[in-house]
Nanobody
Framework: QVQLVESGGGSVQAGGSLRLSCAASGYNVTTKCMAWFRQAPGKEREGVASIYGVYGSVGGGTYYADSVKDRFTISRDNAKNTVYLQMNSLQPEDTAMYYC???????????????????WGQGTQVTVSA
C-alpha cells in the first residue's frame, strides 16, 4: 500500500527557510514523479515543484512553478526513499498547506502541473509571517 508522510512544516518569519520531507513507503520514489503541491485558504491547489523518475526521456529532471523558482529546491534521497522541498526566502504568500504526491506522470501544460494516477500525503502546514 502506498503511503506518503510529510513533515517539516512550521511557522517562520519572512526571509526564513524550511525543509519539508516526504517519506514514502510501498514503492520506490525513483520510479515515479514526485511532486509538491500547496493550497492556501480560499485558493486552488497549486503544483510548486516536481522531480521526475530516473527512467524516461527526462529522467531526474525537475520543474518549478514561477512563483517559487530560484527559492525552492526539490530533491530526492534514494536510500531513504524520501523527497525533500527546501524552501528559502519564504514570503507570507507562501503560507499554505503543503502536500506531497506521487504519480505515474506529472505533465505541465500552460504552467499548470497535473498528476496521472496519483497518491497523496496528508499535508503539512507552512505559515510565514511578515
Amino acid at each position: 500500500q502506498v503511503q506518503l508522510v510529510e513533515s517539516g512544516g512550521g511557522s517562520v518569519q519572512a526571509g526564513g527557510s524550511l525543509r519539508l520531507s516526504c517519506a514514502a513507503s510501498g514503492y520506490n520514489v525513483t520510479t515515479k514523479c514526485m511532486a509538491w503541491f500547496r493550497q492556501a485558504p480560499g485558493k486552488e491547489r497549486e503544483g510548486v515543484a516536481s522531480i521526475y523518475g530516473v527512467y524516461g526521456s527526462v529522467g531526474g529532471g525537475t520543474y518549478y512553478a514561477d512563483s517559487v523558482k530560484d527559492r525552492f529546491t526539490i530533491s530526492r534521497d534514494n536510500a531513504k526513499n524520501t523527497v525533500y522541498l527546501q524552501m528559502n526566502s519564504l514570503q507570507p504568500e507562501d503560507t499554505a498547506m503543503y502536500y506531497c504526491a506521487a504519480a505515474l506522470g506529472c505533465p505541465v501544460r500552460g504552467g499548470v502541473m497535473t498528476l496521472l494516477a496519483s497518491s497523496w500525503g496528508q499535508g503539512t502546514q507552512v505559515t510565514v509571517s511578515a
